[in-house]
């Protein structure tokens, strides 16, 4: 939080409260719905919602649907889902397209006030005029058109006369700006294209850059804050934002206030900062959708895929996300995060958070030969070894058990301090056993280990504190409920994936290791679960009980991550 305290952005805002230019603080969080949430968006979801909470504000969630054809519903329902799923709730559920009668009586008032005009240039030439970076761009033969002629044409072409791209309405601006931005951009195009909300009512849909800043303006936004890649586009925002004047130009939108919208418009300010971008990850809607839309996932829920779904149903928490945010901070520097760093916020929060169990995930049999046949007892372990206010639990303990095979070494190397033939272990919670003899299959695979049991290292008992090297999970056979576990790693198994210089594509960097499938063996209180129960199963790592295919008769458990960090170089 301290650190919090210091992002630049949270300075400006208190100075604006301190010198009274605003009084409270108002943001949103614009998704366009053509994609669901991933990880980058978390960092801008945190930052408005947890600034207007902060600050005692609020926080928009606006929809910005102004592209209709790539947008859907499902994608609406998701980005709502997951908003919620990280902890915060929107003020009011807002989309673009509520206010495409103001966007449309506002382009009105700029061609009335001479600062918009009718364009015919098709978009080839438009390209053309507009110059480049060293070269200023050219007028347009169209740019001269009367407010009169100006305002018959667009209003034709909001009637529908006019094919798509014939036409095309343009800010009056500077063509030899330095800024491409100002070089009179696009304020409406021809599109006669179904929108999810308005179907057919509209044959032409605003440009972003006017769209965005209006909206802003429409519902009180102070503070607009985006990524980097609109810095340049700063100027065009605060243009369109004066030049329309919604604060005072009532007329143009107190029939939202009739129809029931809570509206008071100001002047926003908008500031950028820097994206998340993270190692061993890519965060581009188009390309996640591709990793789907291809198959090469299993859906945009996939554990696999850095999707906020996808984290969810890995079993990330949204405590821990938000706790990467913060120690991210806020600025204008662009870098790529360690994947680590999230992990290691993940793994921080989880074991606060998350009861311990016992799993064996690749198991080979134990035999206790000193115990009796059928000998069976409860064992009581703690759920927390740091935090007694997670109780305890019975954990059945019995002659034959499954522990880790790679608990076991017939040869062991140097320093291996675990089970070995003639060695000792102790069993979590038991007492130390001896490996006395080794059964083999016809092929001379190790198939179980026969142990003695040292009556006098059991607990309670006057050598329970012998000291062993090793300590060792175990599951007891007769009561292990075999489960589905699905052992998931990083997607990519390069940092950079759309580094090609090694002549490999993003998709070619796929690491085929990223999702195994196992049958384990879990202690019975691991397995009767709902599904999105997190465990930390010992000395395994984190897990959580799948949220789609889990039910506690069939239990399916994915791997969130391990407890350290396996990729460290
Ligand atoms: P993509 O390029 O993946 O399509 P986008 O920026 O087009 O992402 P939007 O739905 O338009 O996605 O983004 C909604 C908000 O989230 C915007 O304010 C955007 O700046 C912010 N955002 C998107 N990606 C990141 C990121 N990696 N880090 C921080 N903020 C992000
Ligand atoms: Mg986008
Ligand atoms: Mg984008």
Redesign the pocket.
Known sequence: AAEGQRDFIRQIIREDLATGKHHAIRTR????PN?YL?I??A??ICLNFGIAREFAGWCNLRL?DTNPGKEDPEFVEGIKDDVRWLGYEWHDLRHASDYFEVFYDSAIKLIKDGVAYVDDLSPEDMRAYRGTLTEPGRNSPFRERSVEENLDLFQRMRAGEFADGAKTLRAKIDMTSGNMNMRDPAIYRIRKVTHQNTGDAWPIYPMYDYAHCLSDALEGITHSL??LEFEDHRPLYDWFVDKVDLVNHPELWTHLREGGFRTEPAKPRQIEFS???LSYSI????KLAQLVNENLVDGWDDPRMNTLRGLRRRGFTPGGLRLLIERLGVSKQNSIIDYSILENCIREDLDATAPRRMAVLDPIKLVITNLPEGHEEQLTFSNHPKDESFGTRNVPFSRELWIEREDFAEVPPKGFHRLKPEGEVRLRGVGIVKCDELVKDADGNVIELRCSLDLESRQGMPGADRKVKGTIHWVSAKHGVATEVRVYDRLFNVADPDDETDGKTWIEHINPEAKRIVTAWLEPAAAQVDAEQRFQFERLGYFVADRVDHTSDKPVFNRTVTLRDAWAK
Do not use: I, M, Q, V
């Open positions: 969080f614009p998704p366009e994609g991933h980058g968006h960092k801008a910005d985006c990524t994206r998340l971008n965060t581009s809607k188009r």
